[in-house]
């Protein structure tokens, strides 16, 4: 579980519905119609601009929002540097047992194709490949989860126009203005609210956890590829330093 999504939720939406609360009260908010606008609207555009089994995919993507477990790479090169040595002491082969105690589907399957005597050219085109893929998903996941941003506020203007022409029409009951008036101000409230608290936030979350686990998969990348071409652990550990900032770099001898 992601401790700062979850802290600011609750900060967010508990500030924002802290100060709704008072000098009146929270019902003067709630607005069915409203709701319905910005939230049907909002997901009848998505619908509409991008393909279903997009959409059903970005789900499995959105989970990386509250629950993203990363890979430590300070282990991964303390992992890294351990096999090189091996490889070099008994020969790449001597890694098969090590295999199994890597969790990473990713770093296993780089290590794997790498005992297996796929060529360096192959392994690095393959695991290269494997990572555009993996961007390209978390790539459209943040970008739909931006688009639910910029469709919110816009149905939200949508459901400001239908309550003005609601009150407009009827001018000549002053009971009815008063609703008519409530769901065209409600509206862009909801629009506004979702779009900044929730689909946009969530669209940059995703951005920054693409970034970390790519840089970590290239990190993989870069080791594998070094202890097939025999690289000395201490040569390889300084070049897979250079992926983390100095502050986190801890050395292996």
Same mark, same amino acid.
């Given at each position: 579980?992601?401790?700062?999504?979850?802290?600011?939720?609750? /900060?967010?939406?508990?500030?924002?519905?802290?100060?709704?609360?008072?000098?009146?009260?929270?019902?003067?908010?709630?607005?069915?119609?409203?709701?319905?606008?910005?939230?049907?609207?909002?997901?009848?555009?998505?619908?509409?601009?991008?393909?279903?089994?997009?959409?059903?995919?970005?789900?499995?993507?959105?989970?990386?929002?509250?629950?993203? $477990?990363?890979?430590?790479?300070?282990?991964?090169? $303390?992992?890294?540097?351990?096999? %090189?040595?091996?490889?070099?002491?008994?020969?790449?082969?001597?890694?098969?047992?090590?295999?199994?105690?890597?969790?990473?589907?990713?770093?296993?399957?780089?290590?794997?194709?790498?005992?297996?005597?796929?060529?360096?050219?192959?392994?690095?085109?393959?695991?290269?490949?494997?990572?555009?893929?993996?961007?390209?998903?978390?790539?459209?996941?943040?970008?739909?989860?931006?688009?639910?941003?910029?469709?919110?506020?816009?149905?939200?203007?949508?459901?400001?126009?239908?309550?003005?022409?609601?009150?407009?029409?009827?001018?000549?009951?002053?009971?009815?203005?008063?609703?008519?008036?409530? /769901?065209?101000? /409600?509206?862009?409230?909801?629009?506004?609210?979702?779009?900044?608290?929730?689909?946009?936030?969530?669209?940059?979350?995703?951005?920054?956890? %693409?970034?970390?686990?790519?840089?970590? $998969?290239?990190?993989?990348?870069?080791?594998?590829? %070094?202890?097939? %071409?025999?690289?000395?652990?201490? /040569?390889?550990?300084?070049?897979?330093?250079?992926?983390?900032?100095?502050?986190?770099?801890?050395?292996?001898?």
């Amino acid at each position: 579980m992601d401790i700062s999504t979850i802290l600011g939720i609750i /900060v967010g939406f508990g500030l924002v519905i802290g100060a709704m609360s008072m000098g009146g009260g929270l019902g003067w908010f709630l607005n069915v119609p409203s709701a319905m606008i910005v939230m049907g609207g909002t997901l009848g555009a998505v619908l509409i601009n991008y393909p279903m089994s997009d959409i059903f995919g970005v789900t499995k993507v959105a989970k990386n929002v509250f629950f993203q $477990k990363e890979l430590d790479a300070e282990m991964v090169i $303390k992992t890294l540097v351990e096999m %090189s040595r091996i490889a070099r002491r008994d020969g790449i082969l001597a890694l098969e047992d090590k295999v199994g105690d890597i969790k990473d589907p990713f770093f296993a399957k780089g290590m794997t194709s790498m005992i297996d005597g796929v060529e360096p050219a192959v392994l690095s085109r393959i695991l290269n490949t494997e990572l555009e893929y993996i961007s390209e998903r978390h790539r459209l996941g943040a970008e739909i989860f931006t688009a639910m941003g910029n469709f919110a506020p816009a149905m939200g203007m949508v459901g400001t126009l239908i309550g003005l022409i609601k009150m407009l029409v009827q001018m000549d009951d002053p009971s009815s203005i008063g609703p008519a008036m409530a /769901v065209a101000l /409600v509206t862009t409230f909801y629009g506004v609210l979702l779009a900044n608290l929730v689909f946009l936030p969530a669209a940059g979350k995703l951005k920054t956890r %693409s970034n970390s686990e790519l840089m970590q $998969k290239q990190l993989i990348i870069s080791g594998v590829l %070094s202890i097939q %071409s025999g690289d000395n652990p201490r /040569v390889l550990e300084d070049k897979l330093h250079s992926f983390i900032p100095p502050k986190k770099r801890k050395s292996v001898f």
